[in-house]
């Protein structure tokens, strides 16, 4: 056990003594939000893994960018169903957000 009393480390402890900055900076960036992209398509496919992201708006361009590749995907099969869409839920189980495809990609006559 490391007994030291100088140099911010508390005695009978490995933590270092934190200054109220360092505290709101730990607090602030400490949590990274994970969220859950589920595809509802063909057959609903549920993200089991999730990715880390630093907010909804990150989330959310990740759900537009993954709806896109798969509109594409779809394409060169010879179909696009413009009603498919990814649900992105937090770690709670929330739905924050419902990206459609047909609000991704602009079809042009």
Avoid at 52 to 68: G, M, W
Wanted: glycine share 6%.
């Amino acid at each position: 056990m490391i007994h030291l009393h100088q140099g911010g480390v508390q005695p009978g402890t490995l933590r270092p003594k934190l200054t109220r900055a360092t505290r709101l900076i730990r607090d602030r960036w400490a949590r990274v939000p994970r969220f859950f992209f589920h595809l509802y398509d063909d057959m609903v496919v549920r993200d089991e893994e999730g990715i880390e992201l630093s907010d909804l708006a990150s989330a959310r361009n990740k759900a537009v960018e993954n709806a896109r590749e798969i509109a594409c995907a779809e394409v060169l099969e010879g179909h696009l169903n413009l009603k498919h869409r990814i649900e992105v839920e937090d770690e709670s189980g929330a739905v924050h957000l419902t990206v459609r495809f047909a609000d991704v990609v602009r079809l042009d006559s």
